[in-house]
């Protein structure tokens, strides 16, 4: 069996605009975690997370990328997402895969769109959130402002949890505002605010809050992972990925507080009717499918998270896209492009299945005894079209097969006949949307076509 329980596992999503620093947070999570022996860049198309030609060829993340590491004795899974408005798809299948939306804000930019549809797709999810204030060495910081534009937009229960030292150029370090041996006049001033933020979830604290009572030190860290998971608190972090400053405390926070697999909150169909998940480490099998991968060498891969009961490699399930009983011959946890094969996964992991036809997005995968069946990922509708033909006449039936893979892959992405005109259309979130995944038909499959 596993070396870990579902209580240890932090399956986090890393969310917000292009260019938050999402990726190289992810790569300096994995560095300080020692899961990699050095850093790697963006510029230079050497993070795990960033492995597609076309991200390492446009120097952004197109896609939801898988990551894991240990630290402090938790099992992190990061979901590094991508930031433009294209790829939205790729940021809310991370989030079907999370426990805990961070949601990062670029120190010189403020909040940005994808932040926002990041904070809300979050919320109704029921995720946990915290927010990371990333880049605090870029030109034009000004924490105070940053902090006020982050609780004016998310709300006042967004409070930071750490004090950075400097700002721009002259940040060199952060403060942990809940460490015991913290203190000063800024300290005690935040500590007091998260104190009153985070009594709210707890009856019993609060009214003797109100009445003027002592609430200790220890009795609000102890509420913190419930108040986190309600949302009573959002702790706000500052941080500096690429000078490995406050990468660390936000680490430790999550290892902490974070929202666990036992904890999740998702709404699915029980024999039928609407109902809660209720998670449970030893009942049966009940996972989703939340990204598809085409391999050309591998075939499709299909990546799961389990939100309850456990599965053990040679085990048999079932897809709910048409109740087809499968072998899972093998199972691994994903490191971006890698997987590593493993024996047994648990309530809160995320795994990687290959050749497995009967999957897609979406699907609930379940074991004998499992009657719930979770909703389906609400994704958006795609409304930009492009008539498409094969270079090679030699391709036609070839572009059709391979166009359905991607198509799998991205559900924000269709491929249609056009019922009264006889042209095939490729239908997208938008231009680069469509002009991705071209490039990625030319590079994976080596078919071009004319549009």
Known sequence: MAKYKSADIRNIVLCGHSGSGKTMLAEAMLFKAKAVTRLGSVDDGTTVSDYEQEEKERKHSLAASILHCTYDSREFRIIDTPGGTDFIGGMVSGLEGADLAVICVNASKGVELMARKAWDYAGDMGLGRMVAITRMD?????????????????????????????????????????????????????????????????????????????????????????????????????????????????????????????????????????????????????????????????????????????????????????????????IAIPQGEKRDDVDDAIAGDIVAVAKIESLHVGTTVYGKGCDFRLKDIPFPTPMTGLAITAKSRNDEQKIGINLNRLCEEDPTFIFERNEMTGEQVIRGIAQTHLDVMLSRLKHRFHLEVNT
């Not at 000078?243 to 699915?268: F, N």
């Not at 029980?270 to 598809?292: M, R, Y």
């Open 138 to 330: 870029g030109e034009n910081v000004n924490y105070e402002e940053l902090v006020a534009n982050i609780q004016s937009v998310f709300g006042a229960k967004c409070v930071p949890f750490t004090i950075p030292d400097g700002e721009g150029a002259t940040f060199k370090g952060v403060t942990r505002v809940m460490a015991e041996d913290a203190h000063g006049e800024e300290v005690d001033r935040r500590k007091q605010v998260i104190t009153e933020n985070a009594v709210e979830c707890d009856d019993t604290l609060m009214e003797r809050y109100l009445e003027g009572g002592e609430v200790t030190h220890d009795e609000v860290l102890d509420v913190m992972q419930r108040a986190i998971c309600d949302g009573s608190i959002i702790p706000v972090f500052a941080l500096a990925a690429e000078k490995d400053i406050g990468v660390e405390d936000i680490m430790h926070g999550i290892a902490e507080w974070g929202t666990t697999p036992l904890m999740a909150k998702r709404k699915g169909y029980l024999k039928g009717e609407e109902a809660d998940l209720v998670v449970s480490e030893d009942g049966p099998l009940c996972a989703q499918v939340f990204k598809i991968v085409s391999d050309p060498h591998v075939g499709k891969l299909s990546y799961f998270r389990i939100f309850s009961g456990s599965i053990k490699a040679k085990d048999s399930a079932y897809g709910s896209t048409n109740d087809k009983q499968e072998k899972f011959t093998q």
